[in-house]
């Protein structure tokens, strides 16, 4: 028998109380503020901004402040936040070639037009720890060069005057742009879609993914054509003004990959693409994405679906870590009654092996004498 | 008088422009700025300020079929001055006193005979700031580019 119970209320009460207590830590060190948090933290920010798919930096650093620096719960926070507030529309897509760049490197073109501009990277660093920042060490000026505002093309558009690269990604003209967060998911999905779920979905599960691409799970032999980091400007439509109203600068990360491909049934031997578009600095991100862009297009492409990469359903769905974290992490609640159930289950059924094994033992006896 | 079509489409990129440097300045810039200039600080709201979400479209490829990577925090925010004019502010962040007297800017740009000011005190001191931060971040990013060159090995 089973009988309803409640109870806890103060246990959770004290348990938020000693959770804020934790939090604080030391109250001989100084509290974080949301300004070091955005400033030396920024890379952390940019993760929740990406993954919690709200721009808003202030937002994300109280968000890593209150858990404690446990992202995926930062994440959390800044999701559930975004569902209270009203939506205005949908801007204008972003011009990643007119990009204020801060940082731009290809692996395919040495000459690009524009340039390799390494900008602030922890490429070639000797990844050995620095004791000075220990005491807090204090950072040179940057160097300056003088260099005129320029258009930067996007590496895409050089192997295009060959025809030996395939074009943008288009769809139909009359393909509604999709919205997960206004639709359920369905499978299988268009492109738009796909993407729009990769940019928020989890850094680490995207990395991976991309990685046994590259290990062979579904091999599509990638270059960076392009990584480009820097600020697009944001305009949105709205009914009151006769011109798009501009918003302001948002920062974002995008990647061109580049893959072999040797043809198929559908399309002749050409390069084809992957594509990565993230909020903040977030280059690996980016690249996982465009990865997992292209391993996706498997279908698209005529290509055998035989690894998880290229599974939209496993991907996709398994991709957002608030979801995931949320299905993981419930396992830990309160699960009295359906155990409960579960327990009577599995004892009537080793009561009845027991028996067939008791019945079994003595026939065997019984043939034996 | 009425303007032709090309003098109200000036007119429009003007205002846009005005748009976009109030957007982009940073807020404590942009009260201080509204202070010493001594603007209106009155007037009547007719929306807001208001934070909502607005979502970020990109394109696939960068050049192709849009599709929509995350949100953004924007306030706006829309007031009448007492002479008539309406005035829009839009804005990233949830910055509300920045987006009531954006809105207030724009509306004052809006009358001719206060557009010089406005031009003068708020937007011209605003871009100056804004132009020159881009160019030191552009003259930053600008140091790190590669040069390569050549090594010339072995005879001829």
């Not at chain 1, 524009?114 to 000797?126: I, M, N, R, V, W």
């Not at chain 1, 990959?257 to 594509?275: C, D, E, H, I, L």
């Not at chain 1, 280059?283 to 994405?289: G, L, S, V």
């Not at chain 2, 300045?25 to 979400?53: H, I, N, S, Y």
Request: hydrophobic fraction near 40%; charge should be negative; aromatic fraction near 6%.
């Amino acid at each position: 028998m089973y009988v309803a119970v409640k109870g806890g209320e103060a246990a959770i009460q004290n348990a938020h109380r000693l959770l804020a207590d934790r939090r604080r830590g030391d109250r001989g060190v100084p509290a974080l503020r949301l300004d070091q948090i955005v400033e030396q933290l920024a890379l952390g920010v940019d993760r929740v901004m990406a993954e919690g798919s709200l721009y808003d930096r202030e937002l994300a650093a109280l968000a890593i402040v209150q858990s404690r620096g446990d992202l995926i719960e930062a994440i959390f926070l800044v999701r559930a936040y975004r569902t209270t507030l009203p939506r205005f529309g949908y801007t204008r897509p972003v011009d990643t070639a007119a990009m204020q760049v801060e940082r731009r490197v290809s692996a395919t073109y040495k000459d690009l037009p524009g340039g390799q501009l390494l900008g602030p990277t922890f490429d070639y660093t000797h990844r050995l720890l620095d004791p000075e920042l220990a005491n807090g060490g204090e950072a040179e000026e940057p160097a300056q060069r003088d260099a005129q505002p320029e258009r930067m093309s996007r590496v895409s558009e050089i192997l295009a005057q060959e025809g030996l690269i395939e074009a943008d990604g288009e769809l139909p003209d009359d393909h509604v742009t999709g919205d997960i967060t206004r639709e359920p998911l369905e499978f299988p999905m268009e492109r738009d879609i796909r993407l729009q779920a990769l940019s928020r979905g989890d850094e680490g599960f995207l990395l991976a993914l991309g990685y046994s691409t590259q290990r062979g799970y579904g091999r599509s032999h990638p270059f960076v054509g392009e990584v480009r980091i820097g600020e697009v400007e944001l305009e949105l439509d709205v009914p009151e003004l006769p011109f798009a109203v501009p918003l302001g600068r948002i920062r974002v990360t995008e990647c061109q990959m580049v893959n072999q491909f040797k043809g198929s049934a559908k399309a002749p031997p050409q390069f084809t693409r992957g594509y990565g578009l993230v909020f903040g600095q977030s280059e690996r991100k980016a690249m996982a994405m465009s990865l997992c862009d292209r391993a996706l297009r498997a279908r698209e492409m005529g290509e055998d679906i035989t690894a998880a990469a290229q599974d939209e359903e496993f991907v996709i769905s398994h991709s957002d870590n608030v979801q995931a974290t949320g299905f993981v992490e419930h396992l830990k609640l309160p699960h009295y009654v359906d155990f409960q159930a579960e327990l009577d289950l599995v004892r009537r059924m080793r009561a009845e092996h027991d028996a067939r094994e008791d019945a079994g033992v003595a026939e065997t006896r019984e043939a034996a004498e | 008088m009425k303007m032709d079509r090309r003098q109200e489409k000036d007119l429009e990129a003007a205002r846009k422009a005005a748009m976009a440097a109030l957007a982009l300045a940073p807020a404590d810039e942009l009260k201080r700025l509204c202070q010493e200039a001594g603007l209106p600080g009155d007037a009547q709201m007719l929306r807001g300020p208001e934070t909502g979400l607005v979502t970020v479209r990109g394109r696939i490829g960068g050049g192709g079929a849009p599709f929509n990577f995350g949100e953004a925090t924007v306030t706006r925010a829309t007031v009448r001055l007492a002479t008539g004019e309406v005035g829009h502010s839009y804005a990233l962040g949830r910055d509300k006193e920045k987006a009531r007297l954006s809105a207030i800017a724009d509306a004052l740009w809006q009358d001719p005979s206060r557009r010089a000011a406005i031009e003068e005190k708020i937007l011209g001191p605003l871009r100056a700031a804004q132009s020159e931060a881009d160019e030191k971040r552009r003259a930053e990013t600008a140091a790190t580019k590669v040069d390569f060159f050549t090594m010339v090995r072995g005879e001829d």
